[in-house]
């Protein structure tokens, strides 16, 4: 069945120091992989995005990576600061699909 | 640019009563999807409206149904509540036919179930 699992659960880093949460996803079709941000008590932000036809893709200080032979792909923060410290849910949806598949959350706490 | 918006923000409800969440899109989308999440988890997809229709579902029941508008606003409907139902709702909106089909979220509705 359709399933996405992310690691690790919880994440401390030292401010400036770079974080990388790992998804693996298990369906094959699966074509477009969003990552949001859910600071505490607000809605999820879409950060950063890549669709299966593009290996890496960067914003700034946030880069996405996919391997579609292993079927998964990773978020990169470099220069962490206090602020990114949030839930990150990575997600995946199959092509002619419309629903998101969500991991199961990843918190990380930037130590300043 | 308005974003999604919803109400109300908070709901309290007991077991077997019936409850109505609502939804506007970003300003310029037409298309609502509609997300439950549990405390400490990842959202679930309930369903997706467009043109006015239920066009997927996730694995919930038909206690759960919705409704799109002609304005592309939407309403989501649980019946028969559980305390299980006590969840942040979320709505996210899209555009079908932009360059992507990204979601965005809403702030949610909690719903907590007594």
């Known amino acids: 069945g359709e399933n996405v699992e992310q690691h690790p659960s919880t994440l401390s880093v030292q401010e400036g120091d770079s974080a990388v949460i790992k998804c693996t996803y298990s369906?094959?079709?699966?074509?477009?992989f969003p990552w949001y941000k859910q600071e505490l008590g607000k809605r999820p932000q879409l950060i950063i995005d890549?669709?299966?036809?593009?290996g890496e893709k960067k914003d700034q200080r946030i880069a996405v990576t996919l391997n579609k032979t292993a079927k998964h792909f990773s978020l990169h923060i470099t220069e962490t600061q206090p602020e990114d410290s949030a839930v990150y849910f990575c997600?995946?949806?199959?092509?002619?699909?419309?629903?998101?598949?969500f991991g199961s959350g990843t918190r990380l706490l930037v130590r300043p | 640019d308005a974003g999604v918006t919803q109400s109300p923000t908070h709901l309290i409800k007991t077991r077997g009563q019936q409850v109505t969440l609502r939804c506007s899109p970003k300003?310029?989308?037409?298309?609502v999807s509609w997300y439950q999440q549990a405390l400490g988890q990842g959202p679930q997809f309930i369903f997706q409206?467009?043109?006015?229709?239920?066009?997927q579902r996730g694995n919930f029941p038909d206690r759960f149904s919705g409704h799109q508008f002609p304005n592309y606003s939407s309403e989501l409907n649980v019946n028969a509540l559980l305390l299980g139902d006590s969840a942040l709702y979320l709505c996210?909106?899209?555009?079908?036919?932009?360059?992507?089909?990204?979601?965005?979220f809403g702030p949610g509705t909690r719903l907590t179930v007594l």
């Open positions: 996210a909106s899209s555009l079908e036919q932009g360059i992507t089909d990204t979601q965005y």
């Open positions: 369906d094959s079709a699966s074509n477009y």
């Open positions: 890549i669709r299966s036809n593009v």
């Open positions: 997600a995946a949806r199959r092509v002619s699909s419309y629903k998101l598949i």
């Open positions: 300003s310029g989308h037409d298309t």
């Open positions: 409206y467009y043109e006015e229709e239920e066009r």
